[in-house]
Structure formats: C-alpha cells, structure tokens
C-alpha cells in the first residue's frame, strides 16, 4: 500500500518562502514520478512541478523560476522550495506519485500554503 506524508505547508507573507516534503512509503520510488499539484478555493487541481525517475523536470508556467522540486532517493523523499511566494500561490499542496508500470497514482493528504499579501 503506498503512503505520502506531506510536511511543510504554513501561513507566510507574500516574497517569502517556504518548503514542502513529502515522504513515501510502499512504493518503487527509485523508478517512480513524483511532483506536486496545487487546488486553490473553488479552482481545479492543478500541476505545480513533477519530476520523473530519470531527473526530468517539469513546471508550470505560473512559477517557473521560483519554485524548485528535488528528489532524494535514499529517503524516498520529493521537496518543493517554494521562494517570493505571491497570494496567488495560495492553495491546498498535495504530493503525487505515478507508477508507470501499474498505471497507478498516489495523493499525499495535502497541505496547506497560503500567503498574505
């Protein structure tokens, strides 16, 4: 049964930063691709970042430049730095997970991020 433990989220001023981690269990991570989406009040779930096993980064157009997505591997982790934070970044965060053997996705249980402007 694969698990996502999300940590991180929190109330900032707009311009700040904060990071987001989640943790995986019960997964092939290694060779899974992780990311991170974001569903604002009343909005669609929405892509943010994702990052395959073969380290290929995506980003959506919104904060390409200030937010940043690694993986760790060895700790079955995925983090989102997220700097210069704008309202609009106001959301609930959830960790994804794609297994492309399986065809299979996984949601974190979701964090919330809200900037003050």
């Known amino acids: 049964q694969v698990q996502l433990v999300e940590s991180g989220g929190g109330l900032v001023p707009a311009g700040g930063s904060l990071r987001l981690s989640c943790v995986a269990s019960?997964?092939?991570?290694?060779?899974?691709?992780v990311g991170w989406y974001r569903q604002a009040p009343g909005g669609q779930r929405e892509l943010v970042a994702t990052q395959t096993a073969g380290d290929i980064r995506t980003y959506a157009p919104a904060v390409k430049g200030r937010f940043t997505i690694s993986r760790d591997n060895d700790k079955n982790t995925v983090n989102l730095q997220m700097n210069d934070l704008k309202f609009e970044d106001t959301a609930v965060y959830y960790c994804?997970?794609?297994?492309?053997?399986?065809?299979?996705?996984?949601w974190g249980q979701g964090s919330q991020v809200s900037v003050s402007s």
């Open positions: 994804y997970l794609y297994q492309r053997w399986s065809d299979d996705s996984f």
């Open positions: 019960g997964s092939k991570f290694d060779i899974s691709t």
